[in-house]
C-alpha cells in the first residue's frame, strides 16, 4: 500500500499535467502593452545615458584588476582573492577585453542600459500575462514604466560592476517568460532553456539561488486558477537541486572570507523598514513630512505611512482577484529580498539601493497591476457615464506624478555619479605622466556625494564613488592598465562647502602630517569642489627640486623665480620656484595678480603655495617649493598685453614685504613681473 502510493506521488512529480488554457480573456487592444514598454525603454535610456561617459567606479576596479592574469573560465574555476563568487559577468568582461584590446568602458556600460531594457520589456509582457482580464495589456504597460523609472535603480546601472543586477534580473525574468511558454505550449525545448537559465542564474549573483522558489510560485499560480490539477514539481525540484548545488560550490570555492554574522531581530526589523518604504515607493516620500509634523523618527514615519498603504494595495488586488499577480509579484520581492534581509547588515542595506534593484520587478508588478485594475471603467450598453472617467483620471495623474518624481531622483543621483567624473580621469591622465615609483600625493579626492536634501525617510541616497579599501591605487591600474604610487589624504583646511554634502578619500590630516605626507612624495594634486563641478588640479612638488636664480627677493626671507607657463585661451598658468632663504617670523601669503595694459586689476590667484597646501611657515631654510597658480581672464578683460606680477604680504599687518630684483634694486610696489603676455 505504501509502496504504492510512493509511486503515485513519484509520478507526479515527473509527470507534467496538462496546463489549461484557463477561462477565456476578453478582447483587449495590445497599443497599452506596446507605448508603455516604448515609451519606459526611452525613458531607461534618457535617465542612464549620461552615466555612459562615466569611469569606473566602486568596486568596478578591483573586478577589472581580478581578472587581469585570469582567463574567462578562470572566473568559474576560482575566486580566490575576491570577496565573491560571480563569475558570468566576470567572464563577459574579459571575452570583451581579449576581443577589443582594452576595457572600453562606455560599451560595458551600454551593456547595463540594454539588459534594463530588456528587463523593462519582459517585465511588461509577463504582467500581461499575468493579468487575464481586459486590462491586461494596460498591467503590462504600467509595470514597465514603474520599472523603468524604479529610483533605487540609480545605483545598480551606472556601476558596471560586472552588471550583476541588470543581467540577473535578465536571466531571472528570461527563465520565468520561458518556463511559463514552455508549460503553455507544452514545449520541451523552452523547458529545457528555462531550467539553463534557472541553472545559470546563480553564477551571475547569488539572487539566482531563488529561482527554485520563483518556478514553484508559477506551479502554484496555475493549481490556484484551476489550470492543473496538482502543482507539478519536477521543474522545481531541478531548480532546487541546482540552486543547492551552487550554494555547495559557493561554500567550497577558494574566495576572500568575509560576513556580517548571524541575523538579529533588530537587524531584521531595520530592513524589513527599509525594504517595506522600497515595496510602497510610489507613496514612501510622504513618510518625512510626517517625520516634521508629528516629530517622529524614519522607522514609525515609514511605518506610519507604507503599512497602511500595503494593506490596501494587497486588499485592492484581492478584490479584483488579481491572485496571479499579487503572488507572483509578493512572491519574487520577497525572494529577492531574502539573501539581504538574512546574510548582510543595515549599514549595507541603507547604503546599497541597489539591492532593490532585483526586487523591482516585483513591485512593478503590483503596483502596475493595481493602477491598471484601477483605470477600468465599467461599461453599461458601452456608454460610460462622465463621473465614471475620474478614475482613469486619476490613476493617469498617479502615474504621471511617480514618473515624473522619481525620473528627477535618478537624473539628479546620475549628475552627482557624473561630478566626479572629471577628477577620477583628470587622476589618470596625470598618473600616466608620473613615473611609477614616484609617488603622487592627492588630497580631498571624491569617495562619496549626495544631495542635501533626500525624498525618502531612511536610507543614503547618493553617488558611491570610491570606497575607503579600494584606494586610488587600485583605481589608477584598472583604468591605465599600469601601476602608480599615490596616497590619498583628506586636509579639511581647505574643504569647500557645497550645495552637496560629499565624502574624500585617505586619512584625514593637520598641518603636521601635511608636512610629512609632502615631505615624501613628488607631485602633489589638490580636488577643487565647486557647485557644479569638481576638478583635480596640480598644484606643486616640494621634494627633486634645484635652486634656481631668483628674480626677486622679499625681505631676505623668500626668493621666487618662473619656473613655466602656459596659455591657453582664457587660462593662464604659472608655475612660480620658491626658495625659503631665512624662515620666516610671521605668517606671509603670497598674491599673483593680473593686470591689464592701463594697471588695471583683472584677477589675480592669491594664497599659501600648493593651493594652500604649503605655508611657508611649514618648512625650514633651504627649502624649495615648486608652486602653480592658474588665472583666469574675465569675459570683458581688455585686449593684451597682461602683465602677471608676484609679492608676499604679511596678512595680519596687511603690508607688502619689500621686493628687490636679484641685482638688489627695489622693485615697484614690492612686486616683481614674472610674465608679460603680448598675444591672446
Request: glycine letters at 6%; charged letters at 15%.
Amino acid at each position: 500500500m505504501v509502496t504504492g502510493l510512493r509511486r503515485v506521488w513519484i509520478g507526479r512529480l515527473l509527470r507534467r499535467p496538462v496546463l489549461r488554457a484557463g477561462a477565456a480573456a476578453p478582447p483587449a487592444s495590445r497599443w497599452p502593452l506596446y507605448a508603455g514598454v516604448i515609451l519606459a525603454v526611452w525613458l531607461s535610456y534618457y535617465l542612464y545615458a549620461a552615466s555612459l561617459g562615466l569611469p569606473f567606479l566602486q568596486e568596478d576596479s578591483t573586478h577589472i584588476l581580478w581578472l587581469a592574469s585570469r582567463s574567462p573560465l578562470d572566473s568559474f574555476l576560482t575566486a580566490a582573492g575576491d570577496p565573491a563568487y560571480r563569475p558570468l559577468g566576470k567572464a563577459i568582461i574579459k571575452v570583451w577585453y581579449l576581443l577589443l584590446g582594452q576595457h572600453d568602458i562606455p560599451w560595458l556600460r551600454l551593456h547595463n542600459i540594454a539588459f534594463n531594457a530588456l528587463n523593462i520589456a519582459l517585465t511588461g509582457v509577463i504582467a500581461s500575462w499575468l493579468d487575464r482580464g481586459r486590462a491586461r495589456y494596460l498591467s503590462g504597460g504600467v509595470a514597465a514604466l514603474l520599472f523603468a523609472a524604479l529610483p533605487f535603480a540609480y545605483q545598480a546601472i551606472p556601476w558596471i560592476n560586472n552588471f550583476f543586477y541588470p543581467l540577473e534580473n535578465l536571466l531571472l525574468l528570461g527563465m520565468t517568460a520561458v518556463y511559463y511558454q514552455s508549460r503553455q505550449r507544452h514545449c520541451n525545448r523552452l523547458l529545457v532553456l528555462a531550467l539553463f537559465l534557472c541553472f545559470l542564474a546563480p553564477f551571475q549573483i547569488e539572487y539566482g539561488v531563488m529561482s527554485g522558489g520563483i518556478l514553484l510560485t508559477l506551479e502554484v499560480i496555475w493549481w490556484q486558477q484551476k489550470r492543473q490539477p496538482y502543482p507539478w514539481l519536477g521543474g522545481v525540484l531541478f531548480a532546487l537541486l541546482v540552486n543547492s548545488l551552487y550554494v555547495l560550490r559557493w561554500m567550497t570555492i577558494p574566495k576572500q572570507a568575509y560576513g556580517f554574522g548571524l541575523p538579529t531581530l533588530n537587524r531584521i526589523f531595520l530592513i524589513s523598514t527599509y525594504f517595506l518604504q522600497g515595496l510602497m515607493y510610489p507613496i514612501a516620500p510622504l513618510a518625512r513630512p510626517l517625520m516634521a509634523r508629528f516629530d517622529l523618527n524614519d522607522v514609525a514615519a515609514i511605518w506610519a505611512v507604507c503599512l497602511p498603504a500595503l494593506i490596501l494595495l494587497v486588499g485592492y488586488l484581492l478584490k479584483k482577484q488579481q491572485w496571479a499577480a499579487l503572488l507572483l509579484g509578493g512572491g519574487w520581492f520577497a525572494l529577492l529580498n531574502m539573501p539581504a534581509l538574512v546574510f548582510v547588515n543595515f549599514d549595507y542595506v541603507v547604503n546599497g539601493p541597489r539591492l532593490l534593484y532585483p526586487p523591482g520587478v516585483g513591485i512593478a508588478w503590483l503596483w502596475g497591476t493595481a493602477v491598471a485594475a484601477f483605470t477600468l471603467v465599467a461599461h453599461k450598453n458601452w456608454r460610460v457615464s462622465i463621473s465614471a472617467l475620474w478614475q482613469p483620471a486619476v490613476a493617469t495623474l498617479f502615474v504621471l506624478a511617480v514618473l515624473a518624481a522619481n525620473a528627477w531622483f535618478v537624473r539628479d543621483r546620475v549628475w552627482h555619479y557624473r561630478l566626479a567624473e572629471r577628477p577620477i580621469k583628470q587622476l589618470n591622465a596625470a598618473a600616466l605622466h608620473t613615473a611609477p615609483d614616484e609617488q603622487m600625493l592627492v588630497v580631498n579626492f571624491p569617495s562619496w556625494i549626495t544631495p542635501k536634501a533626500d525624498i525618502y525617510a531612511m536610507g543614503h541616497h547618493g553617488a558611491a564613488i570610491l570606497p575607503f579599501y579600494i584606494g586610488m591605487e587600485a583605481l589608477i591600474a584598472a583604468h591605465n592598465e599600469q601601476a602608480q604610487a599615490v596616497r590619498e589624504i583628506q586636509f579639511t583646511n581647505v574643504r569647500q562647502e557645497q550645495p552637496y554634502y560629499y565624502g574624500m578619500l585617505g586619512e584625514a590630516v593637520d598641518y603636521d602630517g601635511l608636512r610629512r605626507h609632502l615631505a615624501a612624495s613628488g607631485d602633489v594634486y589638490l580636488t577643487q569642489w565647486e557647485a557644479t563641478e569638481v576638478n583635480l588640479v596640480y598644484a606643486g612638488r616640494l621634494t627633486g627640486l634645484s635652486p634656481v636664480k631668483p628674480a626677486a627677493i622679499f625681505a631676505d626671507q623668500l626668493t621666487v623665480s618662473l619656473a613655466a607657463s602656459a596659455v591657453d585661451g582664457d587660462a593662464i598658468t604659472i608655475t612660480l620656484n620658491w626658495q625659503i632663504a631665512r624662515k620666516p617670523e610671521h605668517d606671509l601669503t603670497v598674491f599673483v595678480h593680473l593686470y591689464g595694459a592701463d594697471g588695471q586689476l583683472l584677477t589675480q590667484a592669491d594664497g599659501y603655495p600648493l593651493l594652500g597646501l604649503s605655508p611657508f611657515w611649514l618648512w625650514e631654510t633651504g627649502q624649495t617649493l615648486h608652486d602653480q597658480r592658474a588665472l583666469t581672464l574675465p569675459p570683458d578683460a581688455p585686449p593684451p598685453p597682461y602683465r602677471v606680477a608676484v609679492g608676499v604680504y604679511d596678512p595680519a599687518l596687511g603690508a607688502r614685504l619689500p621686493a628687490v630684483d636679484a641685482a638688489g634694486a627695489p622693485l615697484a610696489d614690492d612686486a616683481v613681473v614674472l610674465l608679460v603676455i603680448s598675444e591672446q
